[in-house]
């Protein structure tokens, strides 16, 4: 059993219902939730490892722009079942190679990197984006 980290953003909030019904549907387990708006400096903080990068400013002002829900997602090889059903980062590609996907789905036609949802990409990325959201939570 694993954990991982899944973010609904901002501008897919609204469809959290629905994006809920995949997780469960997918057999993975809720371990917590938070619905959180993150300050820019939180922000930069979650997204430290982009400081530096042509993208980095909008990707924080996109991540702000709303409040965002946080998931402790647990089950088999937890990481990576997630971003198989995330889907591609760029929404039009994730519309191309994985139409079911979750970036698919709901992430925002005009926008490529508007892509609905996050999952962290390594146990160590979990840990630390779980301890984040998550702080006062002590799990074995
Ligand atoms: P996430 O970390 O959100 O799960 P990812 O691991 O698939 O996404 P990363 O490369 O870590 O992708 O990028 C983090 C986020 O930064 C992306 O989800 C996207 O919203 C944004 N992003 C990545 N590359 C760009 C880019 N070139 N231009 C604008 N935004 C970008």
Redesign the pocket.
């Known amino acids: 059993i694993q954990r991982t980290l899944a973010l609904i953003k901002p501008d897919a909030i609204d469809k959290s219902p629905e994006i809920e019904k995949i997780i469960l549907e997918e057999g993975f387990t809720v371990v917590d939730r938070r619905r959180v708006r993150l300050t820019r400096a939180e922000a930069e903080e979650f997204y430290g490892e982009?400081r530096g990068k042509s993208?980095y400013n909008?990707?924080v002002d996109?991540i702000t722009s709303g409040e965002v829900l946080a998931f402790i997602l647990a089950g088999d090889d937890a990481i990576n079942h997630w971003r198989r059903v995330?889907g591609p980062?760029q929404v039009s590609r994730a519309r191309h190679e994985a139409p079911g996907s979750i970036r698919a789905r709901f992430g925002n036609s005009n926008n490529d990197?508007h892509?609905a949802a996050?999952?962290s990409?390594s146990v160590n990325s979990a840990q630390r984006e779980i301890r984040f959201f998550f702080p006062d939570l002590t799990l074995e």
């Open positions: 982009h993208f909008s990707l996109y995330l980062t990197f892509n996050h999952g990409d």
